[in-house]
């Protein structure tokens, strides 16, 4: 099957969830199972990545609401997809390729003095004393500097990568730990896939999320390797298809092909760990729209500020906003537009991400183009 470029486009947006009706009856919940996989990230702005990210597609749901959807009941666990992620608890199975992955190397980039001996005490303090954060356990540094960790921190981390341990929920940003055994249901703990079962199944999952992907596309999702995909993608169910302007070859998720994607556009800021956007190389592909996360760049060599979120209206990415908060106001450092048609939609955005976070003031600094600050305030203060 061939595709236009805005066909897949389209497609993509459907798939990731700003095309159409949100599933508000699903809720977080239902986000983080269609999307397999939502970023965890130490910056927090307007709100933490997490967050973000369920707002972007249903809008101001409450941000209790979404740690609890996200941690509540033994619904999801943390481990390593695209970066650290929240992941389904039905997707414990498939990552035992990497967990034996770790058992394999035998090591983290740390060292412990004595494995065995610390080990073994992190499993009995946590099968005493149930779920622990590294505070309790000794603190997670030796005083050093940030990567000199301790060995208890060392020795947690290592279970918690080889999946005798389990990160069940984030506490003011610090883990909590458990015992697998307790943590994760009977059944899916002893669900055995073999490698390449595991592979197949995230492939398919990344596929279905995406819509429609390339080969490196699929391998992003999940930090696969690419050769991975290609022992694989044929027994996913995914077809193969071109799209226009793609170089290499894509593949679909069969039931986005059956109708074409229609319905309402989502207008809004978007995490730049969104994985509609994650994947820059796939954001230029899809959107033509080049970005970057500057938050580790030079203040003076930054271009659109800090944590720059762009701005997502009519299915295309058409500007960036980079947020502050001053108390109840929402501060845009820098708005930067693409255009005058795209000023109601900042607007909208703006005002949209404030009442969700508590702001009933939204204060502009600075708009690129300059000829576009006084519509733009004018704007802000009519929807006000």
Known sequence: MELSADEARRIALRAQGF??????????????????????DTISVLARSHELIPYA?????????????YWGRGTSFEYWSHAACV???????????????????????HRMEDAEKSIAEIKARLRDEGPLMSGDIGG???????????????????LLDVGEVVCVERRGWKRVYDLAERAIPA?????????????????????????????????????????????????TGLVPVSVAGWKDRAWADPAALESEPRGRHRTTLLSPFDSLIWDRARTERIFTFHHRLEAYVPRPKRIHGYFAMPLLAGGRLVGRVDPGR????????????????????????????????????VRVERVLPETLTEPLIHTLSREA
């Open 87 to 109: 992941l389904p608890i039905e997707e414990w199975p498939l990552f035992a390729f990497r967990r034996r992955a770790f058992v394999e190397r035998g090591h983290r980039w």
């Open 19 to 40: 095309l159409g009706a949100p599933d508000r009856r699903g809720g977080v919940r239902g986000v983080l199972r269609h999307l397999g996989a939502v970023q965890l």
């Open 326 to 361: 001053e108390g109840t106001t929402l501060v845009a450092r820098q708005v930067s537009l693409d255009g005058p048609k795209h000023v109601e939609a900042a607007a909208r955005a703006l005002w949209e991400a404030a009442g969700w976070v508590g702001c009933d003031t």
């Open 187 to 235: 059944d899916l703990l002893a669900e055995d896939l073999d490698d390449d079962a595991c592979v197949t199944r995230l492939v398919g999952q990344a596929g279905r999320a995406l819509g429609v992907a390339t080969r490196a596309d699929l391998a992003d999702y999940h930090r696969l390797r690419k050769a991975q995909v290609d022992q694989v993608v044929e027994a």
């Open 57 to 69: 597609r249903l809008g101001s749901v409450g941000r209790a609401q979404v740690e609890d959807a």
């Open 140 to 158: 997670s540094k030796t005083g050093g500097v940030w990567w000199d960790w301790s060995e208890a921190k060392i020795a947690i981390e290592w």
